[in-house]
């Protein structure tokens, strides 16, 4: 079992930047893949980012490559998503997952077996 928690969302103007954490539990966490997803109001959960088990292997949506970094650090058992020139678009609730078998990342919500309660991250124009 994982057990998921974020944290660092907040208020931000356009332009500005935030670094959200996700702290897991649990002895295999860097056995697995992990991925950051979104959920803005209205609109289903989508893919942002996502790092295989070493770290070795990354993803983007297209709509943030270059502004946000995805890494993690299996010593602490976390994972960072490092956001820069966010826009108004990128409003959303942010969510941690993790893959209960698998070490490569995906970029589909159904591979993922455990989420985080999620944060919340508002970008004002």
């Known amino acids: 079992q994982v057990q998921l928690v974020e944290s660092g969302g907040g208020l931000v103007q356009a332009g500005g930047a935030l670094r959200l954490s996700c702290a897991a539990s649990?002895?295999?966490?860097?056995?697995?893949?992990m991925g950051w997803f979104r959920q803005a109001p209205g609109k289903e959960r989508e893919f942002v980012a996502a790092?295989?088990?070493?770290?070795?292997?990354?993803g983007y949506t297209d709509s943030v490559k270059g502004r946000f970094t995805i890494s993690r650090d299996n010593a602490k058992n976390t994972i960072d998503l490092q956001m820069n020139s966010l826009k108004p678009e990128d409003t959303a609730v942010y969510y941690c997952?993790?893959?209960?078998?698998?070490?490569?990342?995906?970029?589909?919500?159904?591979?993922?077996?455990?989420w985080g309660q999620g944060t919340q991250v508002t970008v004002s124009s």
């Open positions: 649990g002895r295999t966490f860097s056995r697995k893949a």
């Open positions: 790092i295989n088990w070493s770290g070795s292997n990354t």
């Open positions: 997952a993790a893959r209960a078998f698998s070490g490569s990342w995906s970029s589909r919500v159904l591979h993922y077996d455990y």
